[in-house]
């Protein structure tokens, strides 16, 4: 192995910057390189596994081939810097700078109000921009496609996709925000006749700089000779435990393949990362051939096109695309097949990294191509010393059989795929839980030739992918099929036989078993019926010498089946109230203003906590976490993890100096664990690297102990709760079920949800040298929270605690109580070491540690009269807490305060209880148990409209709340704003001709149905307990004029400091330009409240309005004085008459109460009221779905910010649909939290957003808040249940043709296996069921 003296310097570009690296380390990433290394801290860490997006880089490459440069989007968690040799990387802050220039993408995207808490925003940059160095007018489907690799978890993507529009040719934006006509709104004027005007202009496309392809920098002349130069040599790069090899020739490559056979080739690393990152492989030497010309190839011959190896599967997918449209469709069919997975196969940056080579010989039991390549008789070329042999696909080879691989030697030269011919079809389908950017939960390649002329199967193929452990033939049904006519009957056996060739056993790992089963027969199905009707197509190829008797086509009703849902641009409309023509200029109140730190999202100048500079002397953190469920700790091994390189020492509960166990949470599991995921002990390491290593050093011996509470079945079995039942009882329950015409009974379970913020928890934590003080940078939505708990484990007073908070990237309730935990575990370490601590959470651990939305068990009874009206209910609530307190009990008391939503009963029970259980300990999350438990309420609303043969709508327009009544904990409010949203969300979405439409539809379709749904919402903003609801500000003015401000609420990309600097600038009459706002901190407003509960705008823009309406009491007189004076004028008059400029505001809060004994309080201080109306379509045969169309009223009576408000509303109403629809946790039954990253656990991509989103905001009366203005930070959420009711609706609408009953559970999320197991039909019939007492299921639910 070479010694590191003879490492060759690795030399890129960086933003036109030579990167000279004499040392080159082979396990060092872009990622790690450019934030670390470089201090360009633009590009963010969101997973380190390449399925988020948000560390997007260009990478351009020169090829002295073509000549041309290449730019593609890439994620840089994933690439190697030893990779980069003669590349070109641009990051977001090569793209533009608010120091030197801001680009078109970087402003677009802030002024359409694309970013929120703008962690995301640079990844979004990189990928628009990548996309326009390319083309630079593209088309919105480009736009489209080019976003699908990043996620964002705050806006619901509309904005951003409308920003990345802007660059189209065409127009591309809603014709209404230029015409005043827009293609949603159907139902003209409705809003025209309002008295106040509505507006729909979030921004002003004149202020944009045009875009101006040319200026784009150019690639380094450097690279291009370093390409060209014809006497390239083997580069070797030497690292502290591995070395990385370039061969320069491919007779290099085969020597060195033969020297080290165990060396990967790394191509793409898109399967080398994620393996050595997350399944802890090891290789000492990489062999990278990247840029071989004998690797990048494309040859077509009469029979088949060759393509080399190296080919990224975005260059595959132009060389096919290339091809299909140059030759007869009956060759490309293959082809076709192929392209059709490239396009949702993983996102743009992995397409654009990963190599069919790598693809290929990886044979991932999940790859989306290999099982069309082997249907297609594709065979591998390879090659070694020995010389070069062929493989083909469709033999053992994918099977993974010893034998049939690949020797070690061997390299993949190219992939030859054949044509296809005229009887010959071949398919790929594919099935997984998000339409693009996901693994899927089956796939299949499948290919039928006929005997010329006939329907007789002259040879059949089937492959698999995620049924078993490697891609899978059913080569056995297949040889059977030969010489049957392609019928029906020869269907029927196939599904048969399939199934019995391929088993999935009943614990098989990734669960979902029967779904699975379902699938392998559904999707033959489909192939089926394409064949059919390609068969049929034949008759009028061959006009006239074919029998059509013999060639028949499919029924038209199931025309639908053949096409996967098509991946639609999305476009949108938002109404809100135009501001009063007669208000001064000046004042900001009212109108779009964009995100304060907007501009700072998009060009990766906003500093997050860990873009902070190293501090001198820290160390990183490195958690272990307990493997039991519950279990005692027999021992703690660290001697091993003390030893390893660059550990300092290693933290566990010994060293917490004062309270380890604060109100009940636990900082350091101490001689007992309570659950997987707990923290035993940290260790605190020169790097993060070195502190992992040495975590996994830590030996814990445990010994379990019974009992283990995992779901709330086991808890309410075993009594164990986390507090006291509470309960809301109006009029005679009992006695009202005597006198209705019917009474149903059901269960919902609504399983949890995980935060997802894009920005992981992350603290530094730094001792000072003096009077023990420690301050501490995080992100929180409630630092004094963080100061109790680090003052409680130091046993120091708080005032020697200062926390910070500037910014955070995402929280959504996640936020709340978990960081004083994580800070205080930071700050116990910094205490024992005497360092700076980083603590970093990784994505996993993240997932792992710190729980999220707690899983709800319903139980209703229900009375209701055969018109639908409710006469009485009984509902209790079980909410699947965890181990510790954390906020369950308010959430409960939350659920059953609030679960009545917008319905009137007169006799009404609500009962709920916080179950204990061997879980990490689930939190606030946005909604706080309102969009759990509404879910129980509009199921039981659904239940009654079935058996009264209503539709839900029509139920719930009976029991809503109709005049100014008493709620069940008997709090007068007037319900006018709710009927509003109601009626409006009902006409405006043309709900009864859309459903009539959709009916029409379904009688048309039988494997796909489309499903409608309205919901109406009346929720509460604050907190029951009145101190809760206090705020205090601090304004300095100083003597040049400007303004600082801070106040006690945080920045979590909701646009809390923006709507402040508003406030600010109305009450001052000064411009917003005038007044600063930086950070958060215990020491500016002491004993502040969290950030939570929708009334963060509510409660401290009362206390900014008081503070500044002090300052401007104190300088009245001297304004009066002077009235044409400026107010730098009045400012330095004021400061020589020795009036004070800085002043505390202060709101006591809104005087909420709710007493528990009389079941009775005045328990929020207002209402937020709306309906959202949402349509579906249903793919019956897979459980896919499509959201056609989104309509949502949204009360939000004055807006101070229209922008900031529609991006709350949308932004929550993406992640209630991703929350009741795709986003789904998976446990073991013994409490492992298996979804820890974006692989497992998806939330919703561009690609599931409405086609059509249309929000309005309803203007209403609120005088109790700032500005007759509504707290709307959560509200959007509960709304994303018209998409799971939308879905139940069409699955109704399929069950009821397939004469099954119309009333089944109504569970959430509505997740595809959900969908497809409730469409019960021939399929499902087939699949064989197993006896769940003989065996353990790979998962469970915990609800
Ligand atoms: C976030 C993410 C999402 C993904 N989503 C999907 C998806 O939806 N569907 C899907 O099918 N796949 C998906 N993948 C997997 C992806 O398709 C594969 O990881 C990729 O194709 C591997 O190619 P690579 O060039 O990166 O391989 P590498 O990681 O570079 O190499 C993989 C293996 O192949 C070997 N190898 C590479 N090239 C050669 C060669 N020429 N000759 C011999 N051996 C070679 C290497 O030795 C190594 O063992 C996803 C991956 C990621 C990271
Ligand atoms: S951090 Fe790289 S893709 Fe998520
Ligand atoms: S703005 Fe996209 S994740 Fe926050």
């Given at each position: 192995?070479?010694?590191?003296?003879?490492?060759?310097?690795?030399?890129?570009?960086?933003?036109?910057?030579?990167?000279?690296?004499?040392?080159?380390?082979?396990?060092?990433?872009?990622?790690?390189?450019?934030?670390?290394?470089?201090?360009?801290?633009?590009?963010?860490?969101?997973?380190?596994?390449?399925?988020?997006?948000?560390?997007?880089?260009?990478?351009?490459?020169?090829?002295?081939?073509?000549?041309?440069?290449?730019?593609?989007?890439?994620?840089?968690?994933?690439?190697?810097?030893?990779?980069?040799?003669?590349?070109?990387?641009?990051?977001?802050?090569?793209?533009?700078?608010?120091?030197?220039?801001?680009?078109?993408?970087?402003?677009?995207?802030?002024?359409?109000?694309?970013?929120?808490?703008?962690?995301?925003?640079?990844?979004?940059?990189?990928?628009?921009?990548?996309?326009?160095?390319?083309?630079?007018?593209?088309?919105?489907?480009?736009?489209?496609?080019?976003?699908?690799?990043?996620?964002?978890?705050?806006?619901?993507?509309?904005?951003?996709?409308?920003?990345?529009?802007?660059?189209?040719?065409?127009?591309?934006?809603?014709?209404?925000?230029?015409?005043?006509?827009?293609?949603?709104?159907?139902?003209?004027?409705?809003?025209?006749?309002?008295?106040?005007?509505?507006?729909?202009?979030?921004?002003?496309?004149?202020?944009?700089?045009?875009?101006?392809?040319?200026?784009?920098?150019?690639?380094?002349?450097?690279?291009?000779?370093?390409?060209?130069?014809?006497?390239?040599?083997?580069?070797?790069?030497?690292?502290?435990?591995?070395?990385?090899?370039?061969?320069?020739?491919?007779?290099?490559?085969?020597?060195?393949?033969?020297?080290?056979?165990?060396?990967?080739?790394?191509?793409?690393?898109?399967?080398?990362?994620?393996?050595?990152?997350?399944?802890?492989?090891?290789?000492?030497?990489?062999?990278?051939?990247?840029?071989?010309?004998?690797?990048?190839?494309?040859?077509?011959?009469?029979?088949?096109?060759?393509?080399?190896?190296?080919?990224?599967?975005?260059?595959?997918?132009?060389?096919?695309?290339?091809?299909?449209?140059?030759?007869?469709?009956?060759?490309?069919?293959?082809?076709?097949?192929?392209?059709?997975?490239?396009?949702?196969?993983?996102?743009?940056?992995?397409?654009?990294?990963?190599?069919?080579?790598?693809?290929?010989?990886?044979?991932?039991?999940?790859?989306?191509?290999?099982?069309?390549?082997?249907?297609?008789?594709?065979?591998?070329?390879?090659?070694?010393?020995?010389?070069?042999?062929?493989?083909?696909?469709?033999?053992?080879?994918?099977?993974?059989?010893?034998?049939?691989?690949?020797?070690?030697?061997?390299?993949?030269?190219?992939?030859?795929?054949?044509?296809?011919?005229?009887?010959?079809?071949?398919?790929?389908?594919?099935?997984?839980?998000?339409?693009?950017?996901?693994?899927?939960?089956?796939?299949?390649?499948?290919?039928?030739?006929?005997?010329?002329?006939?329907?007789?199967?002259?040879?059949?193929?089937?492959?698999?992918?995620?049924?078993?452990?490697?891609?899978?033939?059913?080569?056995?049904?297949?040889?059977?099929?030969?010489?049957?006519?392609?019928?029906?009957?020869?269907?029927?056996?196939?599904?048969?036989?399939?199934?019995?060739?391929?088993?999935?056993?009943?614990?098989?790992?990734?669960?979902?078993?029967?779904?699975?089963?379902?699938?392998?027969?559904?999707?033959?199905?489909?192939?089926?019926?394409?064949v059919r009707r390609g068969l049929n197509k034949m008759v009028n190829d061959f006009s006239g010498s074919l029998d059509p008797q013999k060639f028949p086509d499919i029924p038209e009703n199931f025309v639908s089946a053949l096409d996967d849902f098509p991946i639609q641009t999305p476009q949108g409309i938002?109404?809100?109230?135009?501001?009063?023509?007669?208000?001064?200029?000046?004042?900001?109140?009212?109108?779009?203003?964009?995100?304060?730190?907007?501009?700072?999202?998009?060009?990766?100048?906003?500093?997050?906590?860990?873009?902070?500079?190293?501090?001198?002397?820290?160390?990183?953190?490195?958690?272990?976490?307990?493997?039991?469920?519950?279990?005692?700790?027999?021992?703690?091994?660290?001697?091993?993890?003390?030893?390893?390189?660059?550990?300092?020492?290693?933290?566990?509960?010994?060293?917490?100096?004062?309270?380890?166990?604060?109100?009940?949470?636990?900082?350091?599991?101490?001689?007992?664990?309570?659950?997987?995921?707990?923290?035993?002990?940290?260790?605190?390491?020169?790097?993060?690297?070195?502190?992992?290593?040495?975590?996994?050093?830590?030996?814990?011996?445990?010994?379990?102990?019974?009992?283990?509470?995992?779901?709330?079945?086991?808890?309410?079995?075993?009594?164990?709760?986390?507090?006291?039942?509470?309960?809301?009882?109006?009029?005679?329950?009992?006695?009202?079920?005597?006198?209705?015409?019917?009474?149903?009974?059901?269960?919902?379970?609504?399983?949890?949800?995980?935060?997802?913020?894009?920005?992981?928890?992350?603290?530094?934590?730094?001792?000072?040298?003096?009077?023990?003080?420690?301050?501490?940078?995080?992100?929180?939505?409630?630092?004094?929270?963080?100061?109790?708990?680090?003052?409680?484990?130091?046993?120091?007073?708080?005032?020697?605690?200062?926390?910070?908070?500037?910014?955070?990237?995402?929280?959504?309730?996640?936020?709340?109580?978990?960081?004083?935990?994580?800070?205080?575990?930071?700050?116990?370490?910094?205490?024992?070491?005497?360092?700076?601590?980083?603590?970093?959470?990784?994505?996993?651990?993240?997932?792992?540690?710190?729980?999220?939305?707690?899983?709800?068990?319903?139980?209703?009874?229900?009375?209701?009269?055969?018109?639908?009206?409710?006469?009485?209910?009984?509902?209790?609530?079980?909410?699947?807490?965890?181990?510790?307190?954390?906020?369950?009990?308010?959430?409960?008391?939350?659920?059953?305060?609030?679960?009545?939503?917008?319905?009137?009963?007169?006799?009404?029970?609500?009962?709920?209880?916080?179950?204990?259980?061997?879980?990490?300990?689930?939190?606030?999350?946005?909604?706080?148990?309102?969009?759990?438990?509404?879910?129980?309420?509009?199921?039981?609303?659904?239940?009654?409209?079935?058996?009264?043969?209503?539709?839900?709508?029509?139920?719930?327009?009976?029991?809503?709340?109709?005049?100014?009544?008493?709620?069940?904990?008997?709090?007068?409010?007037?319900?006018?704003?709710?009927?509003?949203?109601?009626?409006?969300?009902?006409?405006?979405?043309?709900?009864?001709?859309?459903?009539?439409?959709?009916?029409?539809?379904?009688?048309?379709?039988?494997?796909?149905?489309?499903?409608?749904?309205?919901?109406?919402?009346?929720?509460?903003?604050?907190?029951?307990?009145?101190?809760?609801?206090?705020?205090?500000?601090?304004?300095?003015?100083?003597?040049?004029?400007?303004?600082?401000?801070?106040?006690?609420?945080?920045?979590?990309?909701?646009?809390?400091?923006?709507?402040?600097?508003?406030?600010?600038?109305?009450?001052?009459?000064?411009?917003?330009?005038?007044?600063?706002?930086?950070?958060?901190?215990?020491?500016?407003?002491?004993?502040?409240?969290?950030?939570?509960?929708?009334?963060?705008?509510?409660?401290?823009?009362?206390?900014?309005?008081?503070?500044?309406?002090?300052?401007?009491?104190?300088?009245?007189?001297?304004?009066?004085?002077?009235?044409?004076?400026?107010?730098?004028?009045?400012?330095?008059?004021?400061?020589?008459?020795?009036?004070?400029?800085?002043?505390?505001?202060?709101?006591?809060?809104?005087?909420?109460?709710?007493?528990?004994?009389?079941?009775?309080?005045?328990?929020?201080?207002?209402?937020?009221?709306?309906?959202?109306?949402?349509?579906?379509?249903?793919?019956?045969?897979?459980?896919?779905?499509?959201?056609?169309?989104?309509?949502?009223?949204?009360?939000?009576?004055?807006?101070?910010?229209?922008?900031?408000?529609?991006?709350?509303?949308?932004?929550?109403?993406?992640?209630?649909?991703?929350?009741?629809?795709?986003?789904?946790?998976?446990?073991?039954?013994?409490?492992?939290?298996?979804?820890?990253?974006?692989?497992?656990?998806?939330?919703?991509?561009?690609?599931?957003?409405?086609?059509?989103?249309?929000?309005?905001?309803?203007?209403?009366?609120?005088?109790?808040?700032?500005?007759?203005?509504?707290?709307?930070?959560?509200?959007?959420?509960?709304?994303?249940?018209?998409?799971?009711?939308?879905?139940?609706?069409?699955?109704?609408?399929?069950?009821?043709?397939?004469?099954?009953?119309?009333?089944?559970?109504?569970?959430?999320?509505?997740?595809?296996?959900?969908?497809?197991?409730?469409?019960?039909?021939?399929?499902?019939?087939?699949?064989?069921?197993?006896?769940?007492?003989?065996?353990?299921?790979?998962?469970?639910?915990?609800?």
């Open positions: 192995m070479p010694s590191p003296s003879n490492s060759d310097e690795l030399i890129f570009f960086v933003n036109g910057k030579k990167v000279i690296e004499k040392s080159a380390d082979p396990e060092t990433s872009l990622l790690s390189f450019v934030r670390k290394v470089l201090r360009l801290t633009g590009t963010k860490y969101g997973c380190g596994g390449g399925g988020c997006g948000a560390c997007t880089v260009m990478v351009s490459r020169y090829d002295p081939k073509s000549k041309k440069i290449h730019h593609y989007p890439a994620t840089a968690c994933l690439v190697p810097i030893c990779s980069l040799h003669g590349a070109a990387i641009t990051t977001v802050e090569g793209v533009g700078s608010i120091k030197k220039r801001v680009h078109p993408v970087q402003e677009r995207l802030a002024k359409c109000h694309g970013t929120q808490c703008g962690f995301c925003s640079p990844g979004m940059v990189m990928s628009i921009y990548t996309l326009l160095r390319n083309h630079p007018e593209p088309t919105p489907e480009q736009i489209t496609e080019a976003l699908g690799g990043n996620l964002c978890r705050c806006t619901g993507y509309r904005p951003i996709v409308e920003s990345g529009k802007t660059f189209c040719g065409e127009s591309t934006v809603c014709q209404m925000k230029g015409s005043g006509k827009c293609c949603m709104d159907q139902d003209e004027g409705s809003f025209v006749s309002r008295e106040e005007k509505m507006c729909t202009k979030l921004y002003n496309e004149d202020e944009f700089q045009p875009f101006d392809p040319s200026q784009e920098p150019i690639f380094p002349p450097e690279l291009i000779r370093m390409a060209e130069d014809p006497n390239k040599r083997r580069l070797t790069f030497q690292g502290e435990r591995t070395t990385w090899i370039m061969p320069a020739t491919l007779k290099d490559l085969l020597e060195l393949k033969a020297s080290y056979p165990k060396a990967p080739l790394v191509m793409g690393n898109t399967t080398v990362g994620p393996n050595i990152k997350f399944k802890d492989e090891f290789y000492p030497v990489f062999i990278s051939p990247l840029g071989l010309p004998e690797l990048y190839f494309v040859n077509t011959t009469n029979d088949e096109v060759t393509i080399g190896a190296g080919y990224s599967l975005a260059q595959l997918n132009d060389a096919l695309y290339f091809i299909v449209s140059d030759q007869p469709k009956e060759k490309t069919k293959t082809y076709h097949a192929l392209l059709k997975h490239l396009r949702t196969l993983a996102g743009p940056q992995i397409r654009n990294m990963a190599t069919l080579g790598g693809h290929v010989v990886s044979q991932p039991n999940f790859s989306d191509l290999n099982p069309i390549l082997a249907a297609g008789n594709a065979t591998i070329n390879v090659i070694s010393k020995e010389g070069t042999r062929q493989i083909p696909l469709n033999g053992p080879f994918l099977e993974g059989s010893p034998e049939a691989n690949l020797r070690p030697e061997e390299v993949v030269l190219s992939i030859s795929i054949p044509y296809s011919t005229q009887w010959h079809f071949v398919s790929g389908l594919r099935m997984a839980q998000r339409q693009e950017n996901a693994f899927a939960i089956v796939n299949a390649g499948m290919s039928v030739k006929f005997e010329e002329g006939t329907n007789t199967i002259k040879d059949l193929q089937m492959f698999y992918g995620h049924v078993g452990p490697t891609v899978v033939s059913a080569s056995q049904t297949c040889k059977r099929l030969i010489g049957r006519q392609w019928d029906d009957q020869m269907l029927s056996e196939a599904c048969r036989w399939v199934l019995e060739e391929i088993r999935i056993p009943p614990a098989a790992e990734g669960g979902m078993v029967e779904f699975r089963r379902t699938l392998i027969i559904s999707l033959l199905f489909k192939f089926y019926l394409k938002q109404m809100f109230q135009c501001v009063d023509p007669k208000q001064p200029q000046q004042d900001p109140v009212g109108h779009p203003v964009m995100h304060q730190s907007a501009i700072k999202h998009a060009t990766g100048e906003a500093v997050f906590v860990d873009d902070m500079p190293p501090i001198d002397q820290e160390l990183f953190l490195a958690v272990v976490t307990s493997t039991r469920a519950h279990a005692k700790i027999l021992s703690i091994d660290i001697s091993e993890a003390l030893a390893c390189p660059g550990v300092v020492d290693v933290i566990t509960a010994e060293d917490v100096p004062g309270d380890n166990n604060h109100s009940g949470e636990i900082l350091y599991a101490h001689n007992e664990v309570i659950c997987v995921g707990q923290i035993i002990c940290t260790v605190a390491a020169d790097t993060y690297a070195h502190a992992k290593a040495a975590a996994k050093q830590v030996k814990i011996a445990y010994e379990d102990i019974e009992p283990k509470i995992i779901t709330i079945e086991q808890a309410l079995a075993h009594n164990s709760f986390l507090s006291d039942e509470r309960k809301i009882e109006q009029g005679n329950v009992e006695h009202a079920f005597e006198n209705v015409d019917q009474i149903i009974e059901g269960e919902v379970h609504v399983e949890g949800q995980e935060h997802f913020y894009m920005e992981t928890q992350t603290i530094l934590a730094i001792p000072k040298a003096e009077d023990k003080e420690m301050v501490l940078h995080l992100g929180t939505q409630f630092p004094t929270h963080v100061q109790e708990y680090v003052a409680a484990a130091l046993k120091v007073p708080r005032s020697r605690i200062a926390c910070h908070m500037r910014r955070t990237g995402g929280a959504f309730g996640g936020k709340v109580t978990k960081p004083a935990l994580l800070g205080a575990v930071s700050a116990v370490a910094a205490n024992k070491t005497g360092h700076p601590i980083r603590f970093i959470l990784e994505r996993g651990d993240d997932m792992l540690i710190t729980a999220g939305r707690h899983p709800l068990l319903g139980k209703y009874k229900i009375g209701f009269m055969n018109n639908g009206e409710i006469k009485a209910a009984d509902v209790e609530y079980y909410i699947n807490g965890g181990c510790t307190p954390d906020e369950s009990e308010l959430v409960m008391e939350f659920i059953v305060l609030k679960s009545e939503n917008a319905y009137y009963i007169p006799n009404f029970r609500c009962r709920g209880r916080a179950c204990k259980t061997n879980l990490p300990s689930n939190t606030a999350f946005r909604g706080f148990g309102f969009p759990q438990a509404t879910v129980v309420v509009e199921a039981y609303i659904s239940a009654v409209a079935a058996k009264c043969n209503l539709l839900p709508e029509e139920v719930k327009e009976i029991n809503m709340y109709k005049r100014t009544s008493k709620t069940a904990h008997k709090q007068t409010f007037n319900p006018e704003p709710l009927r509003r949203c109601w009626k409006e969300c009902l006409e405006k979405s043309s709900f009864y001709a859309r459903k009539q439409a959709a009916e029409e539809f379904n009688k048309k379709n039988f494997w796909k149905k489309r499903g409608l749904a309205v919901v109406p919402m009346k929720f509460t903003i604050g907190i029951p307990i009145a101190f809760y609801n206090q705020a205090a500000a601090l304004v300095h003015i100083y003597l040049d004029g400007s303004v600082l401000l801070t106040h006690g609420g945080c920045e979590l990309g909701q646009g809390l400091h923006t709507k402040m600097i508003q406030v600010a600038s109305r009450e001052l009459n000064i411009p917003q330009s005038y007044v600063h706002l930086s950070e958060t901190s215990t020491i500016t407003v002491p004993n502040a409240i969290f950030t939570a509960g929708s009334m963060g705008t509510d409660i401290n823009g009362k206390a900014v309005q008081n503070a500044c309406q002090i300052l401007l009491d104190r300088l009245q007189p001297i304004i009066k004085k002077n009235p044409k004076g400026k107010w730098e004028e009045w400012i330095g008059k004021a400061f020589e008459e020795s009036i004070s400029l800085s002043a505390t505001g202060y709101f006591k809060g809104y005087q909420t109460n709710m007493d528990w004994e009389k079941e009775e309080g005045d328990a929020y201080p207002y209402y937020v009221y709306g309906a959202s109306f949402s349509e579906v379509e249903v793919d019956c045969l897979t459980g896919a779905h499509k959201l056609l169309r989104t309509d949502i009223f949204m009360d939000a009576a004055f807006s101070i910010n229209p922008a900031l408000d529609i991006g709350q509303v949308e932004g929550a109403f993406i992640q209630g649909m991703g929350f009741y629809t795709i986003e789904e946790l998976k446990y073991s039954p013994e409490g492992v939290l298996y979804s820890r990253g974006p692989d497992d656990y998806k939330i919703p991509t561009v690609t599931e957003i409405p086609e059509e989103i249309s929000v309005t905001l309803v203007h209403s009366q609120n005088p109790i808040a700032i500005y007759s203005s509504k707290g709307l930070g959560e509200a959007g959420m509960f709304l994303g249940s018209s998409v799971l009711f939308a879905i139940y609706d069409a699955v109704s609408a399929a069950r009821r043709e397939r004469g099954l009953s119309n009333t089944f559970p109504l569970n959430s999320p509505a997740t595809p296996e959900v969908i497809r197991m409730a469409c019960v039909d021939q399929f499902i019939d087939m699949i064989p069921s197993d006896d769940p007492s003989t065996f353990t299921p790979w998962s469970i639910h915990v609800s």
